[in-house]
């Protein structure tokens, strides 16, 4: 099975999930076959603030260990991981994490501690959903293990579909639904290409119109889903079957050669 299978089943499955304990049994066993050990899904919230740590998105599955000496030592307060994700935008090695933030001697204690309790290198991507605490979903490897780099593309799509299947749970046993925003045809077709990764001039040509009208209509699309990226944007639209995986893979008749008819610019 390709990656591109596995993430693709994943969704599938994250999308049917109805409980909190079928998707952590699907992302542990989704951190296996993109070649991890360990998974964090966090909210990273301000824990002296009342509920809030009792209403944050949490799942980890990191070493007894290094849960228990991170409690200990109080090293949560102080991660250079979340304090990377709040200078990045995109997915990032731990080892990155030096040239993202200037690290102090509390954080480079933390990450050798980490070490010592068997933590390798480990790849975390950033979630920020508008009006919501920042959140990540990290993947971690055992020390002395080597980190499959190609997995890593198929690994960040999995984080960000996890991520999103636990809002969605969430809401859903709060009895709240969000209603599935509605795209014009052209916000849909730039939606369409982007998910295949063309960039805004690569779209503009396909569709004969101007690169900065490709750029309106993605961010017209990214504020009816009120996301911050075109990843989320994408995780978004594949989840609600806006888009299809069909769509995605970019087949002449999926997108390309037949616009779908919507209102119009």
């Not at 200078?87 to 990155?96: G, T």
């Not at 971690?140 to 996890?162: D, H, K, M, S, W």
């Not at 939606?191 to 990764?197: K, N």
């Not at 993605?218 to 609600?240: G, M, N, P």
Request: with cysteine.
């Amino acid at each position: 099975m390709s990656l591109f299978d596995e993430v693709e089943q994943f969704v599938k499955s994250a999308n049917r999930a109805t409980r909190m304990s079928e998707l952590e049994g699907l992302l542990t066993d989704a951190v296996e076959a993109f070649g991890f050990d360990h998974v964090a899904l966090v909210q990273h919230v301000n824990l002296s603030a009342p509920d809030a740590a009792a209403q944050a998105l949490q799942f980890i599955n990191y070493p007894d260990a290094w849960r228990a000496l991170m409690r200990s030592r109080g090293y949560l307060g102080d991660d250079p991981v979340l304090a990377a994700c709040q200078k990045s935008a995109a997915a990032f090695l731990w080892s990155e994490v030096p040239r993202i933030i200037k690290l102090n001697a509390r954080q480079e204690e933390i990450l050798g501690a980490a070490n010592a309790c068997g933590m390798g290198e480990g790849f975390t991507v950033p979630i920020n959903v508008p009006g919501e605490f920042l959140g990540s979903c990290s993947f971690a490897i055992r020390a002395g293990r080597t980190v499959q780099r190609e997995r890593l593309p198929a690994a960040q799509y999995v984080g960000c579909f996890a991520f999103e299947a636990v809002r969605r749970i969430r809401l859903a046993e709060g009895a709240q639904r969000e209603a599935r925003p509605a795209l014009t045809g052209r916000q849909f077709d730039c939606l369409v290409l982007a998910a295949q990764g063309r960039s805004d001039w690569h779209i503009a040509q396909l569709l004969g119109i101007s690169r900065e009208t490709v750029h309106q209509h993605i961010e017209a699309a990214k504020r009816r889903y009120q996301v911050a990226s075109r990843t989320q944007l994408v995780v978004r639209a594949l989840f609600d079957s806006q888009i299809t995986f069909a769509d995605v893979l970019g087949s002449a008749a999926a997108s390309r050669g037949k616009p779908r008819a919507a209102s119009p610019d």
